[in-house]
């Protein structure tokens, strides 16, 4: 063989190597979303007691996310499928500003999101998934579908519902307009805080009640710790009617529903409050039958002996407290609270600001009289009271310099 033709069959040999290294790479990028989704495919048709699916998957490999488009979850009962949770968009990326902390973690946004669930008859479980569908399960499923630790969570446009199929007309308790926002759930933050994680959100609940969450949380611990306030103020209680005739028999003409709550967590001890509130509320509508009529002349005329002839009020301050296997609200400090309200103090529409995320820490209080857990609220109120007043002059000097 000449010198010219083993020059052209070695420049021939020299780029063949790249060119089919290149094929490779094409298509294993066109094949990898197809691979992908058929991973994800196979882990959701496979959650004990649901049915799920995911209909396409897009890859973005020069900023390190996917895109998950319309995944759903089902809840698989005797007769059919229910649904449960439904993404339409869900976009999973490396969180590049923490890689400048030298930490590898994810971000995901979350675009109208929805999440069901249904109350239903233990009969309607068939019997081959029954005891079989865990919330471990699906939960777990989910979050290993994201191969890095989540660091920052955001959600816009989400819905969070609570429905009962069983009842005629269906029962619907719903939050719409949910935008929700967790950060530094790995820590890659503020690692000297007991609770790194801040969270909020904001909606729309049934009847239009205005919907806040704040708080922060520790995801890192096995159990999580969290110091939360949640709200729903001025919702419309003619809306929670479904409701309220299915389970106390009664209606509302008219009327405004509030319920404030705190909750703190520590070493997987409990201990918060939830207070409802009814204002401006009149029962008896004028479709209602003699029956009807009878029964909720008789709720109305406990509620009058019972609210705040002032402020036209009927509320009361349920405590919570203990272990998360066994979290129990106690029944007569709720009766106690309601005549509390209607004869002392009228409750307030606001978040009472009372727990703190160390009172989860004092179990032994379980054993203390109430004279003396009165003085160690007392106690840490006045300190909280000072911490306040010194931050407060701390930032006035800091506006005067």
């Known amino acids: 063989m000449s010198e010219k033709k083993k020059r052209k069959a070695y420049k021939k040999k020299r780029y063949t190597l790249p060119i089919i290294l290149i094929i ?73 500003k923490s890689l400048f902390k030298g930490r590898i973690v994810s971000e995901i946004e979350m675009f109208s999101p929805e999440v069901i669930y249904v109350f239903e008859d233990q009969e309607t ?62 820590n890659v933050q503020e690692k000297e805080k007991t609770l790194p994680s801040p969270i909020w959100a904001t909606g729309v609940s049934v009847g239009e009640g205005k919907v806040s969450l704040e708080g922060n949380i520790n ?29 106390a028999g009664i209606d509302f003409e008219s009327g405004s529903v509030g319920m404030f709550s705190e909750i703190a967590i520590t070493d997987g001890y409990m201990k918060g409050y939830i207070k409802p509130l009814l204002k401006d509320s009149k029962l008896i509508g004028k479709e209602d039958g003699f029956l009807g009529v009878l029964w909720e002349g008789f709720v109305g005329f406990f509620k009058f002996i019972l609210k705040n002839q002032g402020t036209d009020t009927l509320a009361t301050r349920i405590p919570i407290e203990g272990d998360l296997n066994n979290v129990e609200a106690g029944v007569w400090p709720t009766v106690f609270n309601i005549f509390e309200n209607a004869w002392i103090s009228a409750f307030k529409g606001v978040v009472d600001d009372d727990i703190e995320f160390e009172d989860a820490f004092n179990v032994e209080e379980k054993d203390l009289s109430r004279e003396e857990k009165k003085e160690r609220r007392q106690e840490r109120r006045e300190k909280r009271k000072q911490q306040k007043e010194q931050e407060k002059q701390v930032e006035s000097d800091d506006q005067v310099n």
């Open 219 to 247: 995801l890192l611990r096995e159990i999580p710790d969290m110091d939360l306030a949640f709200s729903i103020e001025e919702a419309n209680a003619t809306a929670l009617n479904e409701f309220t005739r299915h389970y």
């Open 125 to 186: 479980t068939p019997p081959e998934t029954e005891g079989e569908a865990d919330v471990d399960d699906w939960t777990k499923a989910l979050t290993d579908l994201v191969p890095i630790d989540i660091n920052h969570f955001e959600a816009y446009d989400a819905k969070v519902a609570f429905v009962e199929l069983q009842t005629e007309p269906n029962i619907d308790l719903h939050i719409d307009q949910l935008h929700l926002t967790a950060h530094n759930l790995r």
């Open 24 to 96: 490779l790479v094409i298509a294993a990028r066109l094949y990898l979303p197809v691979w992908v989704k058929k991973h994800v495919n196979e882990v959701l048709a496979n959650i004990p007691g649901y049915y799920g699916q995911v209909d396409d998957i897009d890859i973005s490999l020069y900023r390190g996310a996917y895109t998950l488009n319309h995944l759903y979850l089902n809840k698989i009962t005797a007769k059919s499928q229910i649904p449960f949770l439904n993404f339409p968009k869900s976009d999973i990326s490396i969180e590049w």
